[in-house]
């Protein structure tokens, strides 16, 4: 059973950083892309970032590039977002997302319990 | 970016009756070379992460009852149940995966 398993939010303040995780597990890893997807309090979806299989490609929205950093570790099965400068707005669910394909960021056919951050003062 | 909406933002239906909801696209997700629409749906319930529904605009994801289908291309399209069940009051979103960054739908909430 293909498995997601976030980890790492929590509460920051405006400005700081918080490092993600995600542990895959039921599958081949590194044969599937997979994306950070969010969703603030009460709103819809927001596609953050993607990697691809490899780890050697990355996606980034407009809104996190230059502050967040999508990695991989596939020995580990493991996906990181590394976020800094962050801001209010910021705050949201963050999902993994496994995409079908393992070079862009496509459809997600899996996806994780997500975990939440808090960005506040 | 590829803006999505969806149509209407809410919907109540009855217990055994059609729901249709509309996505558009503000520009084509068909790729000509391969004649696929990049257009997948999901369906979110309350406390939950989304579950895939449809992709490839017509593709019944895994597990997936036939009462959901998936319609259009280029830049319009539908989801349809064709038989509204208790279990399927949640929010469904589209999503275009044709381009970078891939871009989701508002939302629309089905309520009974």
Redesign the interface.
Known sequence: EVQLVESGGGLVQPGGSLRLSCAASGYTFSSYGINWVRQAPGKGLEWVSGVSGSGDITYYADSVKGRFTISRDNSKNTLYLQMNGLRAEDTATYYCARSISVTKPYYCDCWGQGTLVTVSS | ?IVMTQSPDSLAVSLGERATISCKSSQTVLYSSNNKN?L?W?Q?KPGQ????LI?WASTR??GVPDRFSGSGSGTDFTLTISSLQAEDVAVY?C?Q?YS????????TKLEI
């Open positions: 970016d990049y997948a999901y979110q992460p989304p579950k895939l992709y994801g895994s979103y999503q995966y970078v960054p891939n871009t989701f739908g508002q939302g």
